[in-house]
């Protein structure tokens, strides 16, 4: 896990190093909302989960952007339709393939609302940019504790304000 992480952090430092360019430097808003199936062994226990973020996208060349978000994410039971929340804070990379598909990888903690856990959060995804200011993407959302793995697929629509 250290090691991925290490990675992670050393391919943002290399795109970020790259992007010195004439391009303008910009700093945006974003919030986004999605739903998804559990996936994996969390689908025996779980049938979908609701997330919502908020974050910031600064912009720094015309295919890289960085991202770091705060959000909150519920994983609905399937016996007795109760769940487990999570709090997560992820940071990650955005690259823009075309003016219109981008992918993107994000990082981050996320804390179990019920007992405190801290949660390592894997987050790849991809999606399609309509304009300026809205995007649908699809992702895997993995929160990873003790070998204890509570997945899913999101499917996302943010808006940039």
Same mark, same amino acid.
């Given at each position: 896990?250290?090691?991925? +992480? #290490?990675? +992670? #952090?050393? !391919? ?5 190093? %790259? ?10 808003? +974003? *919030? =986004? /909302?999605?739903?998804?199936? /559990?996936?994996?062994?969390?689908? !025996?226990?779980?049938?979908?989960? #609701? ?10 060349? =015309?295919? &890289? %952007? ?17 769940? &487990? ?5 992820? /940071?990650?990379? %955005? ?14 903690? *996320?804390?179990?609302? =019920? ?32 070998? #204890? ?13």
């Amino acid at each position: 896990m250290k090691k991925h +992480f #290490l990675l +992670f #952090l050393m !391919l943002i430092c290399t795109l970020f190093c %790259d992007a010195q360019s004439a391009h303008e430097k910009k700093t945006n808003f +974003f *919030a =986004e /909302a999605g739903i998804g199936p /559990a996936t994996g062994v969390s689908r !025996l226990v779980y049938t979908k989960f #609701l997330n919502v973020r908020g974050g910031v996208i600064y912009s720094a060349s =015309e295919k &890289v %952007d960085l991202l770091g978000s705060l959000g909150y994410v519920y994983f609905l039971r399937r016996k007795n339709k109760t769940g &487990v929340s999570f709090v997560p804070l992820t /940071a990650g990379v %955005d690259y823009k393939m075309s003016s219109k598909v981008f992918i993107e990888m994000q990082m981050g903690g *996320a804390f179990l609302t =019920e007992d405190k856990t801290l949660y390592f959060i894997i987050e790849p995804g991809g999606g399609f940019q309509f304009d300026n200011h809205n995007a649908l993407r699809a992702s895997y959302d993995g929160f990873v504790t003790n070998g #204890l793995v509570i997945g899913g697929i999101s499917f996302t629509y943010r808006h940039t304000f």
